[in-house]
């Protein structure tokens, strides 16, 4: 397989390169170069910039009004967007639900909701894990019963990513139990303005508020917005993961971040230390393999088609690598580390003293990069899947 760029590629790069240098919104870069947290007009406005070039839905099929990009163009567009510092998309609308929407949906369900997500005036959530069902996925007990034509949901997800800014939040609910676990799941689209819906902020370790809480108290929901059979929402969460796993690569930025560390450990000395330097070779030969291993997978998922067993594969190379990648960024800035967030810096400290610029986004960064080898399917559970599904064990 032909991983090379061709003149046509490369010539698709600096049309890329010029769009974000010169039509993306400055304001955006300069405020995720600070380690800011983006707000939700942030979010649409750099995808809004997006759309307006016919840029946003790059994974998707042209039949389902997406770009229709070949495997390298995609790369070469998230490669630029990163090395640019801009904002990636959020994934539960574009890369999550959209993809299922126009795989399994109906026309109308079609016609109602990837306009939405297309133009970015849709801020999608995901309603998967729940405070007892998170790695065990199928043991969740979320429910959704029938009365007439609505369903009644009750229970509560958690870790729901960006739920603050959510429009609309797609879940899986249990709508039998007389089925083995997986066969009585059922997959709806839910308006988060519907009565009974109470979002929680959850603060995790790095200082941000991306993640919450949903419970949902008597929420009625119309059959119309399931996805599907009913009880069939097992196949549809699958197909959604394979797409989930492939979306951690993000390998411009992981470069992006190994050369700030190289540029660190230069100015502290710490390039004439054998042993971080062989560390910081080890993770760049890694980072090429990561490189390969996401191009392959693009090729699989070409023309629409669905990530396979590989996805696991590169969610486990990606998010360990994000981990050790961060990690070293630690190691390089060294003391600097102490203080994770610039306001938790001592008042006793002088302004000569104050942690230097990058130095706070290395620290929420490492905090951060723990949690992606739990999140999507933890890494223990893709080994599994490795050893059942592709060496047959």
């Known amino acids: 397989m032909d991983f090379s760029f061709s003149e046509k590629d490369e010539e698709f790069r600096m049309k890329v390169r010029d769009f974000f240098e010169n039509e993306y919104p400055r304001d955006i870069i300069e405020k995720m170069g600070s380690g800011a947290s983006p707000s939700k007009d942030d979010y649409q406005r750099s995808e809004r910039a997006m759309a307006a070039k016919g840029w946003l839905a790059v994974n ?8 229709g990009w070949s495997a390298n163009e995609k790369y070469i567009f998230d490669e630029e967007l990163e090395r640019a510092g801009a904002l990636n998309v959020v994934p539960m609308g574009l890369l999550y639900v959209g993809p299922v929407i126009y795989t399994f949906g109906t026309e109308e369900q079609k016609k109602r909701f990837l306009p939405g997500i297309l133009n970015s005036t849709t801020f999608w959530a995901q309603g998967y894990s729940e405070p007892g069902s998170g790695s065990d996925l199928a043991s969740l007990q979320c429910s959704a019963v029938s009365d007439g034509d609505d369903y009644i949901v009750n229970g ?14 797609f879940c899986l609910l249990r709508t039998s139990h007389e089925e083995k676990k997986q066969e009585g799941i059922t997959f709806l689209l839910i308006d988060m303005k519907t009565p009974g819906i109470t979002v929680h902020p959850i603060i995790t370790i790095d200082g941000k508020h991306s993640l919450n809480s949903v419970t949902f108290d008597n929420v009625r929901v119309p059959q119309e917005n399931r996805i ?8 549809y969460a699958n197909y959604l993961l394979g797409h989930e796993r492939t979306s951690y690569a993000h390998v411009a930025g992981k470069r992006k971040q190994l050369a700030n560390t190289r540029i660190v450990a230069r100015e502290r000395g710490l390039l004439e230390d054998p042993s971080f330097v062989e560390k ?10 990561l490189e390969l291993t996401v191009l392959r997978t693009l090729s699989s998922v ?11 594969i590169l969610k486990i190379i ?11 960024g630690m190691e390089a800035w060294g003391p600097y ?7 938790s810096v001592a008042p006793a400290w ?32 893709q080994k599994n899947i490795i050893a059942k599904r592709i060496l047959g064990l």
């Open 350 to 381: 002088t302004d000569n003293t104050a942690l230097p610029a990058g130095a706070a986004p290395s620290v929420a960064s490492y905090l951060g990069a723990r949690a992606q080898s739990i999140y999507g399917g933890s890494n223990e559970i």
């Open 318 to 328: 990606a998010t360990e690598l994000a981990q050790d990648i961060t990690e070293l």
């Open 156 to 169: 509560t997800k958690i870790w729901t990513s960006l739920g603050q800014h959510a429009d609309w939040i």
């Open 228 to 235: 599907g059979e009913e009880g069939k929402g097992w196949t």
């Open 280 to 289: 910081l070779a080890s993770l760049e030969a890694r980072l090429d393999a």
């Open 60 to 67: 998707w099929p042209k039949s389902a009004g997406g770009t």
């Open 337 to 343: 580390m102490q203080p994770a967030f610039p306001d």
């Open 302 to 312: 070409a023309e629409g088609g669905a990530p396979g067993n590989e996805s696991s």
